[in-house]
C-alpha cells in the first residue's frame, strides 16, 4: 500500500511540474551591444521582436539579411524590432557586413564563433536561427524564417 501512495504522490508531482514547465515564460536577456548601447529585452514588452543568429560565414544567414531588413523598414513604426548575434569570430568583417547591409539594428558580438555566450545560453543549435518574441516577451517561434510578414503581422495585431 505505501508503494501505491508514493507512485500516486509522485504522478500528481509530476503532472503539477509538467503544468508549470509548459506555462509560457517571458524571454529576459540584456547585452551591450557592438554601438555601445544597451539591448534589454525585459524593456522591450509591447513589442514584437526578431533575434536574429547569424553570421556572415553563413550563406543562409546572409540570404536571411534582406528579407529582415526590409521587414524592419515595414514594420518598425508599428512597434516591431530585430536584434542581431553574431556568431562571427571577426569585429571587423561583421562589422563591414551590418554597414554594407544597412544593418540599423543592435548587434551582440562577443567574438567567440559558434561559442557565443548568447546563443549558448539561448541553446541555439544552428544558424541562421530566426526567434519571433511576442509583445508579452514569450517566444512565439524559433524558427520564423518562412512567411515572416504574416506571422509579424499577425504577432503585432495580437494584445
Known amino acids: 500500500m505505501p508503494k501505491l501512495l508514493l507512485c500516486a504522490a509522485l504522478s500528481f508531482l509530476a503532472s503539477q511540474l509538467s503544468a508549470q514547465a509548459d506555462q509560457p515564460k517571458p ?3 540584456t547585452y551591450a551591444a557592438i554601438d555601445g548601447t544597451t539591448v534589454d529585452l525585459a524593456a522591450m514588452r509591447g513589442k514584437v521582436v526578431i533575434i536574429f543568429f547569424w553570421a556572415t ?3 543562409p544567414s546572409r540570404d536571411d539579411v534582406p528579407i529582415l531588413v ?3 523598414k515595414k514594420y518598425r513604426d508599428q512597434g516591431f524590432a530585430v ?3 553574431s556568431l562571427d569570430s571577426d569585429q571587423t568583417t561583421m562589422q563591414t557586413y551590418t554597414d554594407e547591409y544597412n ?3 543592435p548587434e551582440y558580438f562577443d567574438g567567440r ?3 557565443n555566450q548568447v546563443a549558448q545560453t539561448m541553446n541555439v543549435k ?3 536561427s530566426v ?3 511576442g509583445k508579452d516577451g514569450c517566444v512565439i517561434s524559433v524558427n520564423a524564417n518562412g512567411d515572416l510578414d504574416t506571422q509579424i503581422e499577425k504577432a503585432l495585431k495580437a494584445r
Open 83 to 85: 536584434l542581431g548575434v
Open 131 to 133: 526567434w519571433l518574441i
Open 57 to 59: 560565414w553563413s550563406k
Open 126 to 128: 544552428e544558424i541562421p
Open 27 to 29: 524571454l529576459n536577456f
Open 113 to 115: 564563433g559558434d561559442r
Open 103 to 105: 544593418m540599423p539594428w
Open 70 to 72: 526590409r521587414a524592419y
